[in-house]
């Protein structure tokens, strides 16, 4: 891998103000990862109920690492829409706008356990009915960072949704964080897919795809090539995550490559998500980016060692203090 061994520069603006370190808009889904591992569905005969959805799954990383997080969602007013609205809030997530919808049903996705890319099999209803008049500029204007994932952005009316907080958020001055998390089972069309991203990008501060994820959406590119075209669409920081090639963290194309860790894998699903709460956690606090990477990286692996989502509590400034001194930071 060819890569531009340069120091990555610090963003020059503060982050700003706010009671809320982030809002999340999107999904809360409940997750039925298979007991079994495997890398298809169809091997799996048995499966245990998770919290899911990446937005909420990133504020309840954010929440887990001691910031104060809030969920823009839709779950239907159903024995798994209570379960999840319980489970959040029992993790410190805020669901003041966490709508419990009496005529829709909570979403559910069936997930392979596995130690790679999962397979997965949605059954979608309340999550994509999330009505932009649930993004207020209240909420927005609390929000250090305003987050949304292309799940929220596949369907209609929860793609207008998002685009809201996208545009009050850029409007307002806050960070914009949008995971770029495309997948063709959830779109009609590619080119549909294409123009939504691109206009949600234009907007952003910043995007973490995995390369997965730039290969779904530009065919084979290398590594290099996926960071530019995500550049192309607008946001100036790429975080390009590669598995056990590690990370790539860019800003304006200034690129620097953070090894993987060796790691345990018990469950693949949500570690992306986990890699995200914890950056954005540690950019709030001002660390530069290559080690808001870094830390994001041992946050991720706690995750991986975990079935379904990350449990634990942790006490980031001492996780700050202990990669210092192991020179990670």
């Known amino acids: 891998m060819s890569v531009k061994r340069e120091s990555i520069r610090v963003h020059p603006r503060p982050a700003p103000s706010g009671d809320l370190d982030l809002l999340a808009v999107g999904e809360a889904v409940v997750d039925l990862i298979s007991v079994e591992e495997t890398d298809s569905l169809r091997d799996a005969r048995t499966f245990r109920l998770h919290v899911g959805g990446s937005p909420a799954s990133v ?6 690492l001691g910031g104060r997080a809030a969920l823009v969602a839709r779950v239907g007013d159903d024995p798994f829409g209570h379960l999840l609205r319980a489970e959040l809030e029992g993790t410190g997530v805020l669901c003041d706008h966490l709508v419990l919808d009496p005529d829709a049903r909570t979403t559910v996705i069936f997930v392979s356990h596995t130690r790679g890319t999962p397979d997965f099999l949605a059954y979608r209803d309340a999550d994509f009915r999330l009505a932009p008049e649930q993004v207020t500029e209240e909420a927005i204007g609390r929000a250090r960072v305003v987050h949304v994932s292309a799940f929220a952005l596949s369907r209609p009316p929860a793609r207008w949704a998002a685009e809201r907080a996208l545009r009050l958020g850029h409007e307002q001055g806050r960070i914009l964080s949008v995971d770029p998390n495309y997948s063709p089972r959830l779109w009609t069309e590619r080119e549909d897919a294409l123009e939504t991203l691109e206009r949600a990008l234009s907007m952003a501060t910043l995007t973490k795809p995995s390369l997965d994820d730039a290969r779904r959406l530009f065919g084979s590119v290398s590594p290099e090539d996926g960071i530019r075209k995500f550049h192309e669409l607008g946001p100036p920081v790429v975080v390009l995550t590669m598995g056990p090639e590690g990370v790539l963290v860019s800003e304006g194309g200034h690129i620097q490559h953070i090894p993987a860790l060796p790691v345990s894998i018990a469950d693949a699903t949500g570690a992306g998500d986990a890699f995200w709460g914890g950056f954005l956690v540690a950019l709030l606090d001002g660390l530069p980016l ?11 692996a706690r995750k991986l060692a975990t079935v379904g989502p990350l449990t634990e509590r942790i006490d980031r400034h001492a996780l700050y203090a202990e990669l210092r001194g192991e020179k990670y930071l």
């Not at 290559?290 to 991720?300: E, G, K, L």
């Open 290 to 300: 290559p080690d808001c990477a870094r830390f994001a990286q041992h946050v991720a």
């Open 59 to 64: 504020a309840r990383t954010v929440s887990r």
